[in-house]
């Protein structure tokens, strides 16, 4: 099982992203899917996770500019960033908690884009 990510960059304050993360492998079931950020310095954090049953948590950081949504055919979840701050650049992880197709439940990382807001 793994998680690939995609669509990091390099954006102005005020600008929009959308990252995906794709889960692949031998998957029986994925629950809850979602996006941790670590901003230089600093640890990693929650930004937004999406359950199975479409249950969602955001940030208080990122609440009104960001949304999350997954498209459970494809085992992918996105992150639409709009309104783009400076206080956003951080490396941003997905993660997912998936069960194998030997029961196994764990929790896989995906491997970290880089989101820089700057002029």
């Known amino acids: 099982v793994q998680l690939q990510a995609s669509g990091g960059g390099l954006v102005q304050p005020g600008g929009s992203l959308k990252l995906s993360c794709t889960a692949s492998?031998?998957?029986?079931?994925?629950?809850?899917m979602g996006w941790y950020r670590q901003p230089p310095g600093r640890q990693r954090e929650l930004v937004a996770h999406?359950?199975?049953?479409?249950?969602?948590s955001v940030a208080d950081s990122v609440k009104g500019r960001f949304s999350l949504s997954r498209d459970n055919a494809k085992n992918t979840v996105y992150l639409q960033m709009n309104s783009l701050k400076p206080e956003d650049t951080a490396v941003y992880y997905c993660?997912?908690?998936?069960?194998?197709?030997?029961?196994?439940?764990?929790?896989?990382w995906g491997q970290g884009t880089q989101v820089t807001v700057s002029s």
């Open positions: 492998g031998n998957i029986f079931k994925i629950d809850q």
């Open positions: 999406i359950s199975s049953g479409e249950k969602l």
């Open positions: 993660n997912a908690l998936i069960t194998d197709m030997k029961l196994l439940m764990a929790p896989y």
